[in-house]
């Protein structure tokens, strides 16, 4: 068994479900997604990966390539900010750059819910302040996880997802 995840599995009743939103739009885009979903097995237990969906680009300046998106669905027993740290050291590690807010990215990663949890920091906003108004976020998730809640609305994923559908 795996050392880290058996150090979640012994803190069971620690463990805090958490989603993550995955994208990428430069280089080799499913590698990225692939490789990011299995470094966030060594920090999430019970994980879930959606299947990749490509989309086309929202909320960006100029002309980008398509994203692939996803989302994973575990449970942690990192505290959200340290869980932040650790998804922006991934990014790092897939030279993703912050050259301006709406730039395309070899890798994107979004705490989008930790909980029951309401976090409003300057460095950490939790729920992800805009997820329930992207599909590409919404339609991962209900597929993987539609029972899920967000913790502000109290709807589900699903019921989101029906809601931004119309």
């Known amino acids: 068994m795996d050392t880290r995840l058996h150090h979640l599995q012994g803190k069971a009743e620690r463990l805090t479900p958490v989603v993550v939103a995955l994208g990428s739009n430069l280089g080799d885009r499913r590698a990225h997604l692939d490789w ?58 897939r030279h993703r750059e912050r050259q301006a807010w709406h730039a395309p990215r070899t890798l994107d990663l979004d705490l989008i819910l930790y909980g029951d949890h309401i976090i409003d920091e300057p460095r950490l906003v939790v729920p992800h302040p805009r997820f329930r108004e992207r599909a590409f976020v ?13 913790p502000v609305t109290g709807l589900t994923a699903g019921e989101l997802l029906a809601r931004l559908r119309g």
């Open 138 to 150: 919404l339609e991962p998730l209900a597929a993987t996880a539609p029972d899920i809640q967000d």
């Open 36 to 93: 990011a979903a299995d470094r966030l097995s060594a920090w999430l237990g019970d994980l879930r990966v959606s299947a990749w969906i490509e989309t086309e680009p929202a909320e960006v300046l100029g002309v980008q390539p398509p994203y692939l998106n996803g989302v994973a669905v575990g449970r942690t027993a990192l505290d959200p900010r340290t869980l932040l740290d650790r998804l922006l050291a991934i990014e790092a590690e």
